[in-house]
């Protein structure tokens, strides 16, 4: 008889799979672009400074709920606090909006794969996504390779595809990064990235609050998103953690992890946009610096195909492994609220996949405005409301316990755990939320 759920094989396995999920198309092309935009070194270090104090505890608290009640969000918030569902409602219909027009930009990541491979240059961007049905080809064909590493299990293929794609995804960001960083003109690029310039949060020659906000916001937000953070994954994953799994040090391992590929995604395309393009090349973001902006740089460059096939080899892993992971999290949550077995939630979502993903596919307006309302309403509501329920109603002690197993393992900063959950995310959160709504 088929298991209704399935498990990670250890520690590592659950290590990897969740890593892989957090490195998405986040790191490759949000992080560069916001780096670029905030101050260069400044964002770097305030993100760095960030996700020791914020990210790694959010992080654990999704996983420890994950692992308490061996549930996906909805009948994880059910178990605990039949009230507070509506998190878990928040938590599963995320990344159901999500999966659908993340595929969409699957395929387009798979076309410029293909397109090097085969052509040796990048398509031209306005028309390959004016045309519906390229872009509902590539987006079918990307969402059939997701499919297919779901329908094998949670070890046999999420998990084996992890361990085989996150460490390529590793050496070849490395390689690309080692490459750029030999180029004589890259310099330039690197001092603005590395070396921070606190000139950036001065106003007429004084500190600027505001300035420093908005740089503080902007890294809060990237760590959510990188993270992936209030969209219910980290909780599915937790779900499949085994008892005897050191949890304060994965998580740590995981975010070290996806915090490095974004740091060195950094140094692939700072000092490359600087040395080919200009400051105002870097600053580009999503599509345009992705599948616009980079292309235009990578034919300037010596080795010009193979570098971009490795880089969009690169992006095909990164947009694979974190399709994986809304994939997973959307079977996981249909199973455990309606009772049918994996195989054929897995075919349900994939129907779903297919049908709202044609939206997105055809109409780059339509993909903007899901993007916009799950990222900046969503997610900060869902995480709001997660801090609020685990720091007020459950209590810090639950994380705490889940966390150290009965004081089996230990849980550095406990303390200041329960200050950061009731006080400080809350705040952090409401204030985040607001700036984006009326960014």
């Not at 999500?98 to 387009?108: A, K, M, Q």
């Not at 590793?170 to 603005?192: D, M, N, T, Y």
Request: glycine share 8%.
């Amino acid at each position: 008889m088929e298991e209704k759920r399935g498990s990670w094989s250890g520690q590592l396995g659950f290590i990897i799979s969740a890593a892989a999920s957090a490195v998405g198309l986040g790191n490759l092309w949000r992080f560069p672009a916001s780096v670029a935009t905030y101050g260069g070194g400044v964002f770097l270090l305030s993100y760095i400074a960030l996700f020791f104090a914020f990210g790694v505890f959010l992080l654990l608290t999704e996983v420890a709920i994950g692992r308490a009640t061996r549930l996906s969000p909805i009948e994880a918030f059910r178990k605990l606090n039949r009230r507070w569902v509506f998190v878990g409602w928040l938590g599963t219909v995320i990344p159901f909006l999500i999966l659908p027009y993340y595929c969409v930009i699957g395929g387009w990541c798979t076309k410029y794969l293909c397109a090097y491979l085969f052509a040796g240059a990048a398509p031209d961007f306005a028309v390959f996504v004016g045309s519906a049905p390229e872009t509902i080809l590539m987006m079918m064909i990307f969402v059939v390779m997701t499919f297919l590493f779901i329908w094998l299990g949670v070890r046999k293929g999420v998990e084996r595809s992890n361990k085989v794609m996150l460490p390529a995804l590793l050496f070849l960001v490395i390689a690309i990064a080692v490459f750029v960083v030999c180029q004589p003109s890259s310099r330039e690029g690197l001092k603005f990235y590395l070396v921070p310039d606190f000139s950036v949060l001065c106003a007429n020659g004084r500190f600027s609050p505001a300035l420093a906000g908005k740089v503080v916001l902007a890294g809060m937000g990237q760590m959510f998103f990188s993270l992936s953070l209030a969209m219910g994954i980290m909780i599915t994953y937790g779900s499949y953690v085994p008892e005897e799994a050191n949890m304060p040090k994965s998580v740590f391992h995981i975010g070290f992890c996806d915090t490095l590929v974004a740091f060195v995604a950094g140094i692939i395309v700072i000092p490359a946009a600087f040395a080919f393009g200009g400051e105002e090349l870097a600053r580009s973001s999503g599509p345009g610096l992705m599948f616009v902006s980079l292309p235009q740089v990578f034919a300037q460059m010596p080795s010009a195909r193979l570098v971009a096939c490795a880089f969009f080899t690169l992006v095909l892993f990164a947009s694979l492994t974190s399709s994986i992971s809304l994939y997973e999290t959307c079977v996981a949550s249909l199973c455990d609220r309606t009772g049918i077995s994996r195989r054929h939630s897995t075919l349900a979502v994939l129907a779903w996949t297919f049908l709202a993903a044609i939206p997105s596919a055809v109409w780059l307006g339509f993909l903007d405005n899901v993007d916009y309302f799950t990222n900046n309403i969503l997610m900060p509501v869902c995480a709001l409301s997660t801090c609020i329920f685990i720091g007020w109603i459950v209590g810090p002690d639950f994380v705490r316990y889940e966390a150290t197993k009965h004081g089996r393992d230990k849980f550095p900063f406990a303390g200041y755990y329960g200050v950061l959950i009731k006080y400080i995310a809350p705040v952090a959160m409401v204030v985040i939320f607001i700036s984006l709504v009326l960014k």
